[in-house]
């Protein structure tokens, strides 16, 4: 993905040629961490299967007119082999908090198939968000899910159905039930999967202090 060339660009490893895969104008890029960033294959991705998917999350403008109203979204393409191109694409979860710094935006697709997404803290009491209070640590209520107000879901880490449904498994955190899989983070720019199943993430911290997390 490129972040502030709003494109997918495929790229072959033998001889380094590179052709555009997709372009989406509507990525709303403007600051050093937001733009076009994380993307994830579906397992079954070309093995014959119907599930020919590749996700990616980016940063756009929800507000119409002169207003910025920056919101994050998780966007499903499918794979058209034979012009080597991203087609049909379906927002899968979108409305997600984002800011001008701390985005996260790192995507992986677990080995239970589902979507994992990092979202920063948004810089919250950092720099020139000194005075914003941090809610990495907030819990979204049963009415901000039945609202579908994904607000609180700064500083977390998410589990998503394919779909962008809330997985029924998901855990009950303060006795609700939302995408949430892990909180109380601050700027989680790495996500990967390693052996059985396990989930690791890194962290910056203030210039000092990164974090190598195993999230359970």
């Not at 509507?26 to 020919?52: I, M, W």
């Not at 996500?191 to 910056?204: I, T």
């Amino acid at each position: 993905t490129e972040r502030q060339g709003r494109r997918v660009v495929r790229v072959n490893p033998a001889d380094g040629s590179r052709s555009v895969a997709v372009s989406i104008p509507e990525v709303h890029q403007g600051v050093s961490q937001d733009g076009l960033l994380g993307l994830a294959f579906h397992a079954d991705l070309l093995r014959g299967t119907g599930n020919d998917f590749v996700y990616v999350v980016f940063t756009y403008d929800d507000a119409p007119g002169p207003a910025l109203a920056k919101r994050m979204s998780i966007r499903r393409y499918g794979y058209d082999q034979g012009t080597r191109s991203l087609v049909e694409p379906t927002d899968i979860l979108a409305g997600l908090p984002a800011h001008d710094d701390h985005m996260g935006g790192r995507l992986a697709f677990g080995p239970d198939r589902k979507l994992y997404l990092t979202i920063g803290d948004q810089g919250s009491n950092f720099g020139g968000n000194r005075c914003h209070a941090n809610h990495a640590q907030d819990l979204p209520t049963a009415a901000d899910v039945r609202a579908k107000d994904w607000s609180k879901y700064q500083g977390k880490i998410l589990r998503v159905d394919l779909d962008g449904a809330i997985p029924a498994d998901n855990p009950e955190v303060g006795g609700v039930r939302s995408h949430l899989f892990s909180y109380g983070h601050r700027n989680p720019l790495g996500l990967a999967f390693g052996p059985g199943g396990r989930l690791y993430e890194s962290e910056h911290g203030p210039s000092s202090d990164d974090e190598v997390n195993l999230i359970e």
